[in-house]
């Protein structure tokens, strides 16, 4: 009688883009700490050491899929309007995308807000984004001082900081379960933030 050989490592219908998309919806879902391997594994299809094999850990996965939303559903403030359209645009775009399925909010600004010490590569993955958000923003007012679009004096810094916290609060009130026509509302009162040109 022959003996058929099981097949190791990977099954052949492993496609590493279909399991980060996976991974990167279970995070999404239920933050770092609330996605378990268990979770991962079943979500992947894979074994527990197929699963090491093609992602090294939890927290690698973490960070790829980290950079998959950023390239998936990531924005940023446009630099092609005058600053209030720019403004408005980057709220709506918040709106929108935070209650739009898969309707999660933002990974960046809550998928790692309270965390023990064994996550602290994941909290630092998703900080940093969030500090580049404020840089991004920063630059622009900053921009927008340089060129006439806001006064002299305005804290570029201070208002980035104060869009940045606005986002991430649209982000949790879409996880509570506000649509679209609320935070809607929300980015239309936090557009009169933008002090007017001298």
Not at 126 to 155: C, I, Q, Y
């Amino acid at each position: 009688m022959e003996m058929k050989m099981r097949p190791r490592g990977r099954p052949r219908s492993f496609d590493p883009d279909t399991a980060l998309e996976a991974a990167l919806l279970l995070f999404w879902e239920h933050g770092y700490e609330g996605t378990s391997l268990a979770r991962l594994q079943e979500a992947t299809g894979l074994t527990a050491p197929a699963w090491y094999r093609a992602f090294g850990s939890k927290e690698r996965l973490f960070e790829l899929a980290v950079q998959r939303y950023q390239e998936r559903y990531g924005f940023g403030i446009r630099d092609d309007l005058p600053l209030v359209a720019a403004v408005a645009d980057y709220l709506d775009r918040a709106a929108r995308e935070f209650t739009t399925l898969p309707g999660r909010g933002c990974l960046v600004s809550t998928g790692m807000l309270a965390t023990s010490p064994d996550a602290r590569f994941a909290a630092d993955v998703v900080r940093a984004e969030r500090e580049r958000a404020v840089g991004m923003l920063r630059e622009r007012f900053t921009h927008a001082v340089t060129a006439g679009e806001l006064p002299e004096g305005v804290d570029a810094n201070a208002l980035a900081r104060t869009l940045a916290a606005l986002i991430q609060g649209m982000s949790v009130q879409a996880r509570d379960g506000a649509g679209y026509e609320q935070l809607r509302l929300v980015a239309q009162t936090a557009e009169r933030l933008i002090p007017n040109r001298a």
